[in-house]
């Protein structure tokens, strides 16, 4: 673990960007969706075959499409990609406020509750246990623990955020903050509001909703996060236009 910076740096002293980050606990989140991004497009390989070849599975119902779909489908959205995800947030976050996250010892517990919930769920599906729901198959002690995780790191991002020593917010940090406060008020609907109290088509219809919320205010927001990262870093040149990518950011707030 990186040594502690001083708690009270002298104002107007930007700390050494790489003294900010919490190496080890970095490389656990991107090591287990590394795991993930291998896995989940596999099981995907074995379903797309399924459809040239319908019986090379053999009859086993664990390798039928009902049982394989839901391991592809939630390994690649909260396993592949939402698991790298929030280890590049450890990476990028701490350099763009200047600090480093608050509470990030958290962040070794989380990785853990994460993972294991994650494999647990994904043997439930295994197993048959589905709550019948497209992108909300876990079961719901699983879905507890996804909301857990998403809703202590939106707590840990936004206090950080709000000790930040850069006075500007980036883009990418507008971006960190819609990502999460959208997805905790996402996972409310779909992981406790959705399976328990809407039924008939009004479920259908909130179902669509829940499932183009995962999309469009989880993994788009999250691609920006990166892409305004570590384009600019690339390149080696400032974003064209701030004010331009405020307005995409707003844009897809609103719609």
Same mark, same amino acid.
């Given at each position: ?23 080890? !606990? +970095? ?6 969706? *590394?795991?993930?991004?291998? !896995? ?22 664990? !390798? ?7 391991? #592809? ?18 990476? /990028? $976050? ?13 962040? #070794?517990? !989380? ?7 994650? /494999? ?23 879905? /507890? ?23 500007? *917010? ?16 996402? $996972? ?9 109290? +809407?039924?008939? +088509?009004?479920?259908?219809?909130? #179902?669509? $909703?829940?499932?183009?919320? +995962? ?26 236009? #701030? ?8 844009? *897809?707030?609103?719609?």
């Amino acid at each position: 673990m990186t040594k502690e910076v001083s708690a009270s740096p002298d104002p107007g002293v930007f700390p050494d960007p790489d003294s900010l980050i919490d190496r080890e !606990l +970095i490389l656990k989140w991107l090591y287990w969706g *590394l795991f993930w991004l291998m !896995l989940a497009p596999s099981i995907g390989v074995l379903i797309s075959t399924l459809f040239n070849y319908p019986d090379y599975l053999g009859t086993s119902r664990y !390798l039928t499409l009902g049982r394989l779909r839901p391991l #592809h489908v939630n390994g690649v959205i909260f396993g592949a990609f939402s698991t790298l995800f929030i280890g590049l947030c450890y990476y /990028v $976050l701490p350099r763009l406020c200047g600090v480093r996250v608050w509470k990030e010892a958290w962040g #070794h517990w !989380l990785v853990w509750v994460w993972n294991l919930g994650l /494999v647990a769920g994904m043997l439930s599906l295994l197993l048959g246990y589905n709550q019948g729901l497209e992108v909300g198959e876990f079961p719901f002690a699983v879905d /507890v623990a996804i909301f857990f995780v998403i809703g202590t790191l939106t707590v840990q991002f936004l206090v950080t955020i709000s000790k930040r020593l850069e006075p500007r *917010l980036y883009v990418a940090v507008w971006y960190l903050i819609g990502t999460f406060v959208w997805t905790v008020m996402n $996972l409310i609907l779909g992981s406790f509001i959705l399976p328990f109290g +809407i039924t008939g +088509i009004n479920s259908a219809a909130f #179902h669509g $909703l829940f499932i183009h919320y +995962i999309v469009g205010l989880w993994i788009t927001p999250a691609g920006y996060v990166l892409i305004y990262y570590f384009l600019p870093a690339r390149v080696k040149n400032p974003i064209y236009s #701030h004010k331009l990518s405020l307005i995409g950011f707003w844009s *897809l707030a609103l719609f």
